[in-house]
T-cell receptor, first 114, second 114 residues
Framework: DTAVSQTPKYLVTQMGNDKSIKCEQN?????MYWYKQDSKKFLKIMFS???????INETVPNRFSPKSPDKAHLNLHINSLELGDSAVYFC?????????????FGPGTRLTVT | AQKVTQAQTEISVVEKEDVTLDCVYE???????LFWYKQPPSGELVFLIR??????QNEISGRYSWNFQKSTSSFNFTITASQVVDSAVYFC???????????FGEGTQLTVNP
């Protein structure tokens, strides 16, 4: 069984569109995250949710809106897509927001904005 | 502020050679955690190890070993007798516990040639 899953795996869309990426974890974890990996492979945290509450928002444009309907899901909605949004987006989860617990990553979603 | 530096952008070795990946970190926190992740060509992020700041004991796991030295703020990773399957991007990361957020280094692309 996949621990952290993301859909879709690939997403190609045009500038100005709105798109969503879904993430689900079946590990029973309380904390979930979104990371962005740019074309140079640099990984940076975007958001973190603990028990469905936002705890980290790393100066991400407000075109990005995470939504956590329950502890097992953290979706990422992106409005008015721009070329610079092209990247691989990783979802992750951990048992708790204490760094004592390692983060488990999903397979990534490669977003290409044309 | 936290920072992780992986000065080696790319390393290329021949199979069976030993290789060390360097990681230097900066943090003002006294409690923190250090991590290594592997990203193979398939793209997923694989957790390798976590170390807390109070445990400077080196660790060995099969062909992998880690050398944590607080005096030099380094957490280096050595692969002994490298294999082609070790080819991947390796990321060092830091979490200082002020709300779990991994700060990643830039990554080191390791290529092991047959």
């Amino acid at each position: 069984d996949t621990a952290v899953s993301q859909t879709p795996k690939y997403l190609v869309t045009q500038m100005g569109n709105d798109k969503s990426i879904k993430c689900e974890q079946n590990l029973g974890h309380d904390t979930m995250y979104w990371y962005k990996q740019d074309s140079k492979k640099f990984l940076k945290i975007m958001f973190s949710y603990n028990n469905k509450e936002l705890i980290i928002n790393e100066t991400v444009p407000n075109r990005f809106s995470p939504k956590s309907p329950d502890k097992a899901h953290l979706n990422l909605h992106i409005n008015s897509l721009e070329l610079g949004d092209s990247a691989v987006y990783f979802c992750a989860s951990s048992q708790d927001w204490d760094p004592l617990y390692e983060q488990y990553f999903g397979p990534g979603t490669r977003l290409t904005v044309t | 502020a936290q920072k992780v530096t992986q000065a080696q952008t790319e390393i290329s070795v021949v199979e069976k050679e030993d290789v060390t990946l360097d990681c230097v970190y900066e943090t003002r926190d006294t409690t923190y955690y250090l991590f290594w992740y592997k990203q193979p060509p398939s793209g997923e992020l694989v957790f390798l190890i976590r170390r807390n700041s109070f445990d400077e004991q080196n660790e060995i796991s099969g062909r992998y070993s880690w050398n944590f030295q607080k005096s030099t703020s380094s957490f280096n990773f050595t692969i002994t007798a490298s294999q082609v399957v070790d080819s991947a991007v390796y990321f060092c990361a830091l979490d200082s516990g002020s709300g779990s957020r991994l700060t990643f280094g830039e990554g080191t692309q390791l290529t092991v040639n047959p």
